[in-house]
């Protein structure tokens, strides 16, 4: 069922309220990675503590202990807890959110004051660090309770709240509390499904260092998506071990076996121009394509002309979209990101290095696990590395890997937000899967086993990360509309 | 003929004036790479023009223009042109040296002041910068002078000196000089052959920052040795160029050509583990090697596990010695330095790097040069970067080229030096070709067209461009006395 016209009105009529609410948490500071605003991000779980309870949620900081950061022990700031209903024939949905922040400095490049809210009238855009990751979207589900407070109304389905303060800074703690916190008569008991609001990055001119993780945004600027699968990683580091020390090319070079020479050929055996990986029993363990599925990729409102923009120049391996497209969602990519141990400055430098790692990683896709393909990783460089008969050594070191993640997008919670998104924006969203990974998905999918939706709020030029970020108004008003329609939807979906 | 035995016995009873001559010279601080130690540097010159003109020699400053160094405009030291005899019926040799030292502060690590010589009664030692490099030696000269002027004996050959003050910044404005100074009635007129003492770096435990050239000196620690070719030199970057910027690989990872790929595989086709330089026509450019030749490999005092020490393992790519060494010296050999623009520091990150540029080098030999090396080089990458079918950009760069030099060690000069080492010494030297190039051999080997031969003084161990650099009292003593020894032998060989 549709949200009422009565909720819908009421966001129209308190749009510069919600603003307001979005200006006073942009105001808190709540950078997660520094220790001088750990403060601010305690202060911002206040805030939202007292917004919820104002809006008749029960609140609980869980506390997730200590931290060491900059040298000091700190308090980890505590992931908000929040229950609303409790009505035993309703659905139950956990809504995840984050309420820290990246840094921001003015002098990084912003134009206005990062932590004041700046309103622009001419281009409708609130900016500020946290508009749109995550204040933005957090304080849309506020602005929904806000007004069925107001109005007096009952909530379509139960709420549970899970809210914390460290998703910046890699969610220290919150695996344990998820774990800690499920089975019966604990606070993730009885939930039906779950819905994260997240912005995505994809596809945008920025520069690769604000962009530390993709999310769900639309897939262009024209139409809405939603998100159902996530790639995982699998991180290596190839060491080749020669001399004790560097050495010098004009009186080594020539006697010795070089481990550069050893690692690029080892490097060169991983993948083609093309982007196919070489290492037997890679591909092998990818689910194969169904026939639906490959329908789902001809849909996608998408041109190769929208990822040549961002790449500056006519670079996707192939011209075909759904090859593209499929590439990046559904298939692994292998990278190779760089050498550590070699000469990497400007210059001239006659160096044989003698210690030389090469770093690669593959983004993982459904049958694939990190276990999996590390044993065919470190069987093939092995043999590789033998053929060489090089009388340095090798060590390949796995640094660090996470699990692809892909939920039914024929679920009932997928339907409710496909519905939600043709009544709110009157067009069928793009269903997709992304290329990065997010790491709190896949802690609620494999703990609590529940169906998972990534749903957007922002655009995806909003600059997450970046300096000058911001929540356009009408995405920050629509997309509180979004997530009542949602909850309405999810009520009746089956 | 041999030396007087006058002059045997004045260096044995001055060896005192002479380690005050050299502790003179230690403690001018003539560091040519720093702006704030020129003044020094002028204060060497004047150092050497006076010790040479008070044993006869004619000295003049050859002005060398004007340099920028830290931002500021400087005039360059000047190199010191000398003359001694004029008897067209003696031959006359040029002597280069060069009075200016590499940086050396005592927290870098050495026990007593760098710029104080210290002699260590019990290991027989002569501490301090530029002792072995190239101030002892230049002295050498100085004090074989001195015993002629004070035994009033006439030289056996006339002498033209070259010392020059920036050799260890780039040889500024030597060339030039050389050129300029060359034909009838000009400085460097009628001179029949050229020596240059060198220290040399090979087989040293020193880590590389502190060896940036080999120089000439004995192939173990037991058996002098005396050079006759060095390997030349070209250095390449190889730019892949891919999309406007750094891409995360969550997002772009499988879609796009990713410049890294491509530039691992160019770099994985340039030689093999072993060392064969797989770039045609660039082995074909080797000179054959003729039974003569190989066979004076066959009696260098050398073992593999004379390297093997250096290097901390085994991991010479043949356990061959001739072959080893034929390698080194004889043969050219690629070494892959490193990536710039990669991801090179410790951690994890998943960047694909929109440009990267793989650095490589050539060390050459005879009849290779750098312009024919360059064209096998250019046509070979560009025909194997055709064949990856890649949509990124290729640019290959030549950074610096460097010819290779070799001298006819049956020429007289060679016959007068060997002798001379074996008179001092009581052993026959080994003739050996160095890997590495020192550029102001090839600049007077081009320029005048005469037959030069590098002598050592110093040791091995001496740790040129190191901390407690050293010179043993013994190699100073017995290395003056084989420069004497030379020049007499020099005026009857033929
Ligand atoms: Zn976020
Ligand atoms: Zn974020
Ligand atoms: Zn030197
Ligand atoms: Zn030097």
New interface residues.
Partial sequence: MPAPNAIIDYINKNSGKFVQRLAKAVSIPSVSGDAAYREAVFDMAKFLRDELEAVGVTVRFADLGKQVLDGKELNLPPAILGSIGNDKNKKTVLLYGHYDVQPALKSDGWYTEPFTLTVDNESGRLVGRGSTDDKGPVLGWINILQAHHDLKLELPVNIKFCLEGMEESGSEGLDELVVAERGSNKFFDGIDCACIVWRR???R?T???T????DNYWLNTRTPCITYGL?G?V?F?VNVR?????????????????P???L??L???L?????KILIPGVNDLVAPLTKDERERYETLDYSISD?EG?????????SDKET??M??MR??????????G?????G??????ANVSG?F?I?LVPDQTPDAIEVCVKEYLMQEFAK?????TLEIEL??GGKPWVASPDHWNYRAAIKATEIVYGQTPDLTR????IPVVLTFAEALGVNICLLPMGRADDGAHSTNEKLDLSNYIEGTKLLGTYLYELATAQ
Avoid: C, W
């Fill in positions: 990055a994809s596809f001119s520069p690769y260092l962009i530390p993780q993709s790639r990683i991180y580091k020669g001399a004790g020390q560097d050495l010098h090319s004009g009186v080594f070079g020539g006697l010795v076996h070089e550069m020479t050893d690029v050929i490097l060169s055996k993948v083609t121009p093309l982007g990822v961002v790449l500056g120049g006519k670079l996707t391996v192939s593209v497209l590439n990046r298939y692994p990519s292998l990278s190779i990101h760089g050498i550590e070699a000469f990497s400055a400007p001239a430098k006659t160096v044989i290095p770093k990683s983004r060489l008969e090089s009388k340095n640094i660090h992304e290329g990065g990974s």
